[in-house]
């Protein structure tokens, strides 16, 4: 079968396709912008790519090797739903659907029982941690994630393996498609408010996924906020003693730790002692807390919960060198900004100095005014803390500056293609 990606490029779609191609089907694809990802996949065999989805180039594709289904990144759909390649695939009668369904034929297909980490916040690192654990335990895993890990590819198929481990998005509501063996639930703020206009709409899809899970994990905090009976869900507390034996740095990180450690207890019956030990030496992954060059970071944070998380891991580092934390912040996406723009407040406590940079933009509302930082700014407890920057040779000075002074500099991002991101690694790795 012959698998066409539309957005291949992309966190979401990129590892599904690698993942595809593992288990024996025919992949190939398009984006819009060519970027490190696009190299990436590349250099894990997908080299039937084009940058463009022009209907010329998808024909091209369709005649060289007949595609069989279409599988489309949400972002494809609300930025293009009259796409070329759409026009293409309905005229051919090619199957056509968000990843999703994919995902459910290839579980159904090897038959795999599916864990899950969803939630607002934490379930990349979570799902990395439950991998790395699989992998410390030596149990062959398949498995998605949504950044670029350093003891394994983004995607993978393993043969042999009984369970896929998944980062379940609830943006578009994604997560819904599914009905995972075991669910683990990092952590629940409302987010994503074009597709769940009210916080009760984006609690009532947790539970809907909750409900939908075989079994579910999940913080005290996150039962009673979304009003769930106990005896439906294994509660862990944060609070909890063994928490304090995990040596990575940051409350959150320790949190997810235990979050994964719960999880592979609960798969396996594996000693905590054994599974605290193994998560103590877990490498990371790209973009949380990511060191750029010494001194320089790049993280993921983008909402308040991220940067709170974000910065105690900051704070903890910088801590044993009796460094200053300065922080680059570019929010992302102007419509997030009108829902949390006076829920930034004291996120960034713990830091010397914010240079706020103007939203990066995907998405977006054209009839929606976009906040400027000094708006955004003016939001926090601290405004005086922060100061308005653009991307260029002015801030590049400053972070050199900062840097020469021994601080630490943190800049943290969520965005992809031309975001803070990759213009830091263009202009200091």
């Not at 998605?144 to 393993?158: I, P």
């Not at 947790?206 to 579910?216: G, L, N």
């Not at 021994?406 to 991002?413: A, F, K, Q, R, Y």
Request: charged share 25%; with cysteine; proline share 4%.
């Amino acid at each position: 079968m012959h698998i066409f990606f539309s957005g291949i490029g992309g966190v979401g779609i990129g590892p599904l396709a690698i993942l595809a191609k593992q288990s024996g089907l025919d992949v190939s694809g398009s984006d819009k912008q060519d970027s490190g990802y696009i190299d990436y996949l590349k250099q894990n065999g997908i080299s039937d790519i084009h940058i463009g989805g022009q209907y010329e180039q998808i024909n091209a594709v369709h005649q060289k090797n007949p595609i069989d289904w279409l599988v489309y990144s949400s972002a494809v759909a609300i930025e293009n739903p009259n796409s070329d390649e759409f026009r293409f695939c309905k005229e051919q009668h090619i199957r056509m659907s968000k990843r999703d369904e994919l995902i459910n034929h290839i579980i159904s297909q090897k038959n795999l029982k599916l864990v899950a980490i969803a939630g607002t916040h934490g379930k990349t690192t979570t799902t990395a941690m439950v991998i790395w654990l699989f992998k410390q335990l030596d149990i062959p895993v398949s498995y998605v994630v949504g950044a670029k890990l350093s003891f394994g590819e983004m995607g993978a198929y393993r043969p042999g393996s009984k369970y896929f481990v998944y980062e379940a998005d609830e943006f578009d509501r994604n997560f819904l498609a599914f009905e995972p063996h075991l669910s683990l639930i990092s952590g629940v703020s409302w987010d994503h408010h074009e597709i769940y206009p009210t916080r009760e709409e984006y609690q009532q899809a947790f539970k809907e996924f909750i409900d939908q899970s075989q079994r579910t994990i999940i913080w005290q905090e996150d039962q009673q906020y979304l009003n769930l009976e106990p005896t439906r869900v294994i509660v862990e507390n944060s609070s909890n003693n063994h928490i304090n034996a995990i040596k990575l740095k940051g409350l959150y990180n320790r949190l997810d730790a235990w979050l994964a450690i719960s999880g592979a207890h609960n798969l396996f019956d594996a000693p905590v002692e054994e599974l605290i030990g193994y998560i103590n030496r877990f490498p990371g992954l790209q973009r949380r807390m990511e060191e750029i060059i010494p001194n320089l970071y790049s993280d993921e944070a983008h909402t308040p919960e991220k940067i709170t998380g974000a910065m105690s891991v900051a704070s903890e580092i910088a801590s044993e060198k009796n460094q200053k934390v300065v922080v680059v912040f570019e929010p992302l996406t102007n419509r997030r900004q009108h829902f949390m723009l006076k829920e930034y407040k004291d996120c960034f406590n713990g830091s010397e100095k914010v240079y706020w940079l103007p939203s990066y933009l995907a998405r977006e509302d054209p009839n929606q005014r976009v906040i400027p930082p000094s708006e955004l700014i003016s939001n926090l407890t601290d405004p005086g803390l922060a100061e308005s920057q653009e991307k260029g040779p002015r801030l590049k000075s400053i972070i050199k500056n900062h840097l020469s002074h021994g601080d630490l500099v943190v800049c943290m991002s969520g965005g992809g293609g031309g975001s803070l991101d990759g213009w830091v690694r263009d202009n200091f790795k």
